[in-house]
């Protein structure tokens, strides 16, 4: 993805007139920033963001020809209309650890007769700039009846420069043999 253009955000102008303008405010903090930079960006992109990446996610910003590397690290949103309210970016040092997200996502899950029981999709971590990742896909078609998948059986995580924040037998998703749809049985209570 090529790098999102920002602008220093104009205080002149509140926050509610912005957005009725199509502009989204944010802030950029950490990494060479002392200070907590407030920005702004035209909802179309902070739009198409909000599509394409998710929190976690690394990207570049050009603030005034600068480029940064960040990742996304909240996104409010109006419940009611989703309309994008504000954007935070954390920057990244090359050299400096970072805490993060890794997002599971499920490829197949619609095949998967068994009832599928999801646990943990959001995997939490630190790693360097550099070793961040912001998503890993897990194959579910062919997996057979009460598998259960956990942190420590993905390979990705495997990986000596990721710094896991959560236990390796922490389960990602199983697979029950009970089939998607069907109810158990229930016994009347006796009156």
């Not at 690394?58 to 409010?76: A, N």
């Not at 630190?126 to 896909?137: K, V």
């Not at 062919?142 to 390796?168: C, F, H, N, W, Y």
């Given at each position: 993805m090529k790098p999102i253009t920002v602008d220093?955000?104009?205080f002149t102008i509140k926050a509610k007139k912005l957005r009725r303008s199509g502009i989204?405010?944010?802030n950029v903090?950490?990494?060479?920033?002392?200070?907590?930079?407030s920005i702004q960006m035209e909802e179309a992109v902070a739009n198409r963001l909000f599509r394409n990446k998710r929190e976690g996610s690394k990207l570049k910003l050009d603030l005034e020809g600068?480029?940064?590397s960040v990742q996304i690290k909240e996104k409010v949103v109006n419940t009611l209309n989703h309309e994008i309210l504000h954007m935070s970016f954390q920057a990244l040092k090359d050299d400096q650890k970072v805490n993060s997200v890794i997002h599971i996502l499920l490829q197949?899950?619609?095949k998967v007769t068994d009832s599928l029981e999801k646990m943990v999709m959001e995997i939490p971590y630190a790693s360097l700039p550099e070793d961040m990742i912001d998503t890993i896909t897990i194959d579910a078609e062919?997996?057979?009846s009460g598998s259960v998948v956990t942190v420590g059986d993905i390979p990705e995580l495997k990986s000596e420069r990721i710094e896991l924040q959560i236990a390796e037998d922490e389960i990602v998703f199983r697979l029950?043999?009970?089939?998607r749809g069907s109810a158990p049985d229930e016994k009347p209570d006796a009156e």
């Amino acid at each position: 993805m090529k790098p999102i253009t920002v602008d220093r955000r104009d205080f002149t102008i509140k926050a509610k007139k912005l957005r009725r303008s199509g502009i989204v405010p944010g802030n950029v903090f950490g990494g060479p920033f002392s200070e907590p930079v407030s920005i702004q960006m035209e909802e179309a992109v902070a739009n198409r963001l909000f599509r394409n990446k998710r929190e976690g996610s690394k990207l570049k910003l050009d603030l005034e020809g600068q480029l940064i590397s960040v990742q996304i690290k909240e996104k409010v949103v109006n419940t009611l209309n989703h309309e994008i309210l504000h954007m935070s970016f954390q920057a990244l040092k090359d050299d400096q650890k970072v805490n993060s997200v890794i997002h599971i996502l499920l490829q197949n899950a619609e095949k998967v007769t068994d009832s599928l029981e999801k646990m943990v999709m959001e995997i939490p971590y630190a790693s360097l700039p550099e070793d961040m990742i912001d998503t890993i896909t897990i194959d579910a078609e062919g997996m057979a009846s009460g598998s259960v998948v956990t942190v420590g059986d993905i390979p990705e995580l495997k990986s000596e420069r990721i710094e896991l924040q959560i236990a390796e037998d922490e389960i990602v998703f199983r697979l029950n043999d009970k089939k998607r749809g069907s109810a158990p049985d229930e016994k009347p209570d006796a009156e």
